[in-house]
């Protein structure tokens, strides 16, 4: 048997880290869990922890710390809270972490899992969306190895297995559509938080449900691809693949194309990353293509899901319009679920406030992080315009 490795899990209580969790437990014998954080609920949090072994528990929400450690005493599960206590879960070095916390703020912790030169399973699309050259820069800097879990674009790095991007000709990123792939435009204005989260393939957490709803999950996922596999956002395609089965796809120079298959269930990238460079054993429902009798194919139509185009335009003008793209999308999108704006808002606002925005490209996290701050403040009056 290989050796006990050490796991972290930033986000430990969402979606992505319930089933990096689920793996994890099944052969609890060979991994060690170091860290598990989450943002504001210390029950859940703890119970993992306790659960799982781990050393330390970080809950980043202060207020939330003497609940943590009211419900961790006498485990032997140390507590910690904040941001500056998260950073450092991230930075314990443990051989593997999972960087799935939701948003730009997961940007510093999963850099500074990055900055110690393991293995990192990203989940956290939105810190390489807002940081992605700096990121991959740190990860050159120090060696660490970058496996994304993203379903897509592990799909690709499978596909590539290793080949040089040199010999490839196009990449091709599957899209489920998400639910509304075939509503009418104006039966879109009027849908409901609940609608949008409930997406026909994927359980998700609440964010990126929404994110796949407007397509700008997909478009999140291009700028992601770019950094990851450094083609040319040119060259990288979305296609409309409702049933999911496909998670993308590679054509090489020669117009061979492989493509990567499987149940439309997180712990198969995930597995795949938890494991590389071996496989394990996956408890996933197996693939049954007869039974699926069908794939279909399609063109994403940007005028029912603009965040696609919004996304390739702030991905190709580079500099700090992902990081601004990212920030108003974040916005608004918890604007839309707190219901104080309208599902076709949430690309407005995102819009309006690429427009609004000008400033120097970011040279640090720091720049990042203003950027980022700056983007908040221009979405949120924005917001003012279109409240319903
Ligand atoms: P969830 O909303 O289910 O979970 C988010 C996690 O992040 C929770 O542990 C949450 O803690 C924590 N968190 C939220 N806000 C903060 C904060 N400000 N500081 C620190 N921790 C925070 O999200 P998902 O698991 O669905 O997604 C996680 C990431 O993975 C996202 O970037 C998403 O795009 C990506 N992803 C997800 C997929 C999926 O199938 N779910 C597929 C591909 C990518 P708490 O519970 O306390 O709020």
Redesign the pocket.
């Known amino acids: 048997m290989a050796a006990c490795r050490t796991v972290s899990l ?10 990096t969790l689920d793996l994890v437990g099944r052969e609890s014998e060979a991994y060690q869990v170091l860290a598990l ?5 210390p029950q ?2 703890a119970q993992l922890a306790i659960e799982h072994g781990a050393r330390v528990a970080v ?3 202060e207020a939330h710390y003497d609940a943590l450690k009211l419900a961790l005493a006498g485990s032997g599960v140390e507590a910690a809270a904040g ?1 500056k206590a ?1 950073v450092e879960a991230a930075r314990l070095g443990a051989d593997w972490t999972m960087a ?4 730009c ?2 940007l510093e ?1 999963t850099l500074a899992a990055l900055e110690c030169g393991k293995t990192v399973a990203l ?5 390489l969306v807002s940081a992605g050259g700096l990121m991959m820069e740190a990860a050159r800097a120090s060696g660490a190895t970058l496996l994304p ?3 897509e674009h592990n799909a690709i790095f499978q596909c590539l297995a290793g080949a040089d991007l040199a010999e490839v000709r196009r990449i091709i990123l599957t899209a489920s559509g998400g639910p509304f792939r075939t509503m009418p435009l104006d039966e879109m204005a009027r849908v409901t938080p609940e609608q949008a989260v409930r997406h026909p393939n ?8 929404v ?1 796949s709803a407007t397509m700008m ?1 997909k478009g ?1 996922e291009l700028i992601e691809a770019g950094h990851l596999f450094p083609i040319g956002l040119d060259r990288i395609e979305i296609l409309v693949h409702p049933q999911s089965v496909i998670h993308s796809l590679v054509e090489y120079r020669d117009r061979s194309t492989l493509a990567q298959l499987g149940s439309p269930d ?1 712990r198969i990238p995930i597995a795949h990353a938890l494991a590389w460079p071996q496989r394990m054993e996956g408890p996933s429902a197996p693939l049954d293509l007869a039974c699926i009798g069908r794939l279909d194919f399609g063109v994403p139509d940007e005028v029912r899901f603009p965040a696609l185009r919004l996304a390739r335009a702030a991905g190709e003008a580079g500099g700090a319009l992902p990081a601004v793209l990212n920030a108003a999308n974040e916005i608004a999108v918890a604007a839309f679920l707190d219901r104080r704006i309208g599902f076709l808002d949430i690309a407005s606002i995102v819009e309006s406030t690429l427009s609004g925005y000008s400033g120097p490209d970011p040279r640090t996290i720091e720049d990042v992080l203003e950027i980022d701050r700056a983007a908040r403040r221009i979405a949120a009056d924005e917001m003012e315009s279109v409240r319903v």
């Open positions: 930033l986000g430990a209580t969402g979606s992505i880290g319930a089933s954080t989450a943002n504001s609920d859940a949090l809950i980043a929400d941001r998260l799935a916390i939701v948003g703020a997961g912790p989940a956290n699309k939105e810190s879990v993203d379903s994927w359980s998700m957490g609440a964010k990126i449900s994110d999950n999140l997180m």
